[in-house]
């Protein structure tokens, strides 16, 4: 009598977990669907305020200009030597 118990809970607990895959693939194909509309409406938001189109650019370095107050000191004739 238990073989058949645990036989009906693992049945059950299958059917679940399919459910809930199914349910796990409907949100995340929504969220995929819902990322996409927002980034094309950004886009579009950017064109029309003129981000992209050449209205103000930003100038940076890209990680590979010179920082300024960064790095080693130089004190030119205010040490004493050893």
Do not use: E, K, P
Request: glycine share 18%.
């Amino acid at each position: 009598m238990g073989a058949v118990v645990s036989c009906i809970q693992s049945a059950l607990r299958t059917i679940g977990r399919t459910i809930m895959a199914v349910i796990n693939g409907i949100g995340n194909i929504l969220m995929a669907i819902i990322n996409g509309v927002v980034s094309f409406l950004s886009i579009i938001v950017g064109f029309l305020t003129c981000q992209r189109c050449g209205g103000r650019r930003r100038h940076t370095t890209g990680g590979t200009g010179t920082r300024r107050g960064f790095g080693r000191r130089r004190h030119h004739g205010t040490t004493a030597t050893i």
